[in-house]
Nanobody, 129 residues
């Protein structure tokens, strides 16, 4: 089971660090994606970090330069650092785990929710003054 944490209410321009941990298995084997879903909108992929021994990262154009994804394998945790938050970042953020893929496959597939097999329950991020 994946568990997200770190969401909250923050003013525009602020920062948050979201965490994704797992119980019962280690995350370093898996590609981990972060998705978000705003009310009335489709779930969208925002970032992904590859699994196994590769450390490739991917970002959507909407978040590139403001979001940073990283792993701490010793803590079995994947982080999403979010800086310069904007009101349009308001959403429920989910982490998801998928089986490792080649870099070429993951570069094309990371943004699709069907790439992932395990999902957390989400953490709410609200950006408002």
């Amino acid at each position: 089971q994946l568990v997200e944490s770190g969401g909250g209410l923050v003013q525009p321009g602020g920062s948050l660090r979201l965490s994704c941990t797992a119980s019962g298995y280690t995350l370093d084997y898996y590609a981990i994606g972060w998705f978000r879903q705003a009310p009335g909108k489709e779930r969208e992929g925002v970032s992904c970090i590859s699994g196994n021994t590769d450390v490739d990262t991917y970002y959507s154009d909407q978040v590139k330069g403001r979001f940073i994804i990283s792993r701490d394998n010793a803590k079995n945790t994947v982080y999403l650092q979010i800086d310069n938050l904007k009101p349009e970042d308001t959403a429920v953020y989910y982490c998801a785990a998928g089986n490792p893929r080649t870099p070429m496959q993951l570069s094309r597939l990371w943004v699709y929710w069907r790439t992932y097999d395990y999902w957390g329950q989400g953490t709410q991020v609200t950006v408002s003054s």
